[in-house]
Structures are given as C-alpha cells and as structure tokens.
C-alpha cells in the first residue's frame, strides 16, 4: 500500500492510498483544534485522533 502524506493549511493532513480514496485528518494538534474552535473532540468526531487524546478517555484536546 502506497500512502502520501501532505501538509495543508491549519495542519491538515490527507492521506491516499493507492486506490486514490482520500482521508483527511484535519488537525495536526491541539492548538490548531483549538483555534478552529472545535474542542474538544470526541471519538468519532471528525478530526479526533487518539494521538490528541492524551489520558485515552475518547475526549481529545481537553
């Protein structure tokens, strides 16, 4: 499996493999969660992820 990793504007990553199907991963830290006024973030939030959810509670950016 082929992944391309970019950086966008605000920290936002996408990720293609190589069936070309994309998935964005909106922030790159809290702070930027933050400032886009989102958190925090939920688990299944789009945006969550559990490298933001530092204590694994399924709350991120707390």
């Given at each position: 499996?082929?992944?391309?990793?970019?950086?966008?504007?605000?920290g936002?990553?996408?990720?293609?493999n190589?069936?070309?199907?994309?998935?964005?991963?909106?922030?790159a830290?809290?702070?930027?969660?933050?400032?886009?006024?989102?958190?925090?973030?939920?688990a299944?939030?789009?945006?969550?992820?559990?490298k933001?959810?530092?204590?694994?509670?399924?709350?991120?950016?707390?």
């Open positions: 499996m082929l992944f391309v990793i970019e950086e966008k504007e605000l936002s990553v996408q990720v293609a190589n069936e070309e199907s994309t998935i964005d991963i909106p922030y830290n809290c702070t930027l969660a933050r400032e886009a006024g989102v958190t925090p973030l939920h299944g939030d789009l945006g969550y992820s559990t933001l959810d530092r204590d694994g509670d399924g709350v991120a950016c707390e």
